[in-house]
C-alpha cells in the first residue's frame, strides 16, 4: 500500500494507471493513516479486501483503533483475508464490529492477549464464512459453529485454557471438518477430564490430513487427541509436549503413537538420517525432511527405560529394522538398572552410527562397559557388538569413566573380532569433547602414552580433541614421526 503513493508520483500516465486499477487497493492496514484506507476501498470497487490490524501497529503507532474496526465492519461482507490483532479482547468488540456474514472470507486469524470479558463464545461473522477454509484462533473463545468450521483446511488453536476449551469440545470441532489438511494446536492447555457419560471417543478419520502440529498442549489432552484421530496421509507430525504434574505419561506412546509407527518408519527410510536426545524426563528425536516426509517429537517419561524401550519398538531390530544413519546423545544423571537393561536391548540397533554422551555425569561408564559387550546377532549369523554400526563416539569430560575404561572398551570391542565379523564393523572415531572451562578442572590431565596407545589400537581410526575454545599455547598441528614431509 504505501509504494503505491511513491509509484503515482512517476508521471500522470502512471497514477491514472494505478488509480483505475481496483486491485492495486484490494488491502487496508491499521499500519496507514485511516484517510489512506478510506481511499483503499473506495478505489477498490468492488474486489475481495484483505485487511489487517496487527499488534505492532497498536503497540508502536498512533491509529484511530475505533475507527479502523468500524471502516472495515461496513466491508465484511468484500473479506477475502482477515488479520486481526484486537486491543480490547472482550465479547463488546465482536457483537459490535464482526456480526455482519462474510460469504468471501477465506482466511481469517483473530487473536488478543488474554480473554478479559465473561468466557461466553463469541459468534463470529453471525457463523456463515462458507469460503472459510483457513482459521487461526488465538486466546479467543469462539462458537464453533458446526457450519462456520465445515469447509475448513487448515486450522489452528493457540493460547487456549482449561476454562475456554476442552479436550472433548476439540475433538467435537475435528469431527465437523471432515476434510482437514493441517492441524495446528499449541501452547494449550485443554481440560482433559472426561465426564462419567463419555465414552473414550471413537477414531475420527482424515483422509486429506498431511501436517499435525502439537507444541505446548498438556500431555494427557495430546494423549486423547492423538488416539482419536487417524491420519494415513500424514506428511508431517510435530509433538513438543507441553508436561503436566498430574499424570504420569508412561501410557502416552502405545495409546498416542501406536498408530503413527508405520508413519515414522517410512519417513526414516525416506530421509536416511534421524537424531535422538534422551534425559532423564524426557526424549527428544527428529527425523527433517529431504523428502516431503518428517517428523519431531518432544516427548515427557516417567524413566528412560519408556522411551528407549518404545524407539527400539519403532525401529526395529534384526530383519525388521528400518536402517538409516542414527545420531544419538544420552544426557543422564544416572541410570536404574531398568534404564541399563532398555538400553542394552537398544544397543542391537544397527542404525546407530554416532554416540555422544554428555559430560559431568556418572552414567558413561556404564555405557562405555555396554559399548564393549557382544551377543549374538538378531539375524542369526554371529555374533556382533553393541551397537554394531558405531562410527563415532564422543566422549564429554566425566569422573563417570577413565581412560582406563576406554581401553578395556577397545580391547573388548575389537579384540574379539575375526576374519569373518571385521567386514561388519566399522572403526571407532574417539572424541573428546573438552569444555572451555577444563584449565580450571582439578583433575589429572590424561597421560600422554596412554593416549598414544589408545591412537594406535586395533579398531581405532582416530582420537582426537574437540574443543570450540583453544587454549593458549595448544598445538595447531602434530606431526607423526612415521610421516613423510
Known sequence: MKALYPTRMVSRTW???????????NVVSSSVPLRVN????????????????????????????????????KEIGR?????????????????????????????LRVSSDGWEGPLIPVTLFSGIAPRLEDLEIDAVPIDWTPSFI???????????????????????????????ENLGLCDSTFDHHLQSSQARPALIQFPSLKGIELRGVNTEAAEIILSSIQAPNCLSLAIVDGGSDEIGPSSFYESALSHFNDFQRLTLSSNDVSVLYFFDETMEWECRSTSRLEFELAIPYNTPAIGVEWITRVIGLGTQEVVHTLEVLLNHGSLSDDDLAAYYSFARCQSV????LHPDHMFAGPIIELLGTWRESD???GRLPAFPGLKVLVLGTSEGWTLDDLEVLVSRRFGERDDSISQKIPDLKIIFHVSQYSDYDPR????????????????????TRDRKHPAAGMLAVVYEDDVEL
Not at 353 to 356: A, V
Not at 444 to 463: H, S
Open 444 to 463: 589429572p590431565k590424561p597421560d600422554v602414552a596412554q593416549l598414544q596407545r589408545l591412537r594406535a589400537a586395533k579398531g581405532v581410526e582416530n582420537l
Open 38 to 73: 478510506i481511499t483503499a476501498i473506495q478505489r477498490s470497487c468492488n474486489c475481495p479486501l484483505n485487511i489487517y490490524l496487527t499488534r505492532h501497529t497498536l503497540r508502536y503507532s498512533q491509529i484511530d483503533y475505533n475507527g479502523f474496526l468500524e471502516l472495515v465492519a
Open 15 to 25: 497514477r491514472d494507471a494505478i488509480d483505475s486499477t481496483p486491485l492495486l487497493w
Open 353 to 356: 552410527t554416532k554416540l555422544r
Open 150 to 180: 465445515h469447509g475448513l483446511k487448515d486450522l489452528s488453536i493457540l493460547n487456549m485454557t482449561e476454562a475456554q476449551l476442552s479436550t472433548q469440545q476439540v475433538l467435537d470441532i475435528l469431527a465437523s471438518i471432515p476434510s482437514l
Open 79 to 107: 473479506w477475502s483475508i482477515g488479520r486481526l490483532y484486537l486491543r480490547s479482547p472482550d465479547s463488546d468488540v465482536y457483537s459490535q464490529y464482526f456480526t455482519s456474514p462474510a460469504p468471501l472470507l477465506r482466511h
Open 379 to 381: 539375524d542369526g549369523t
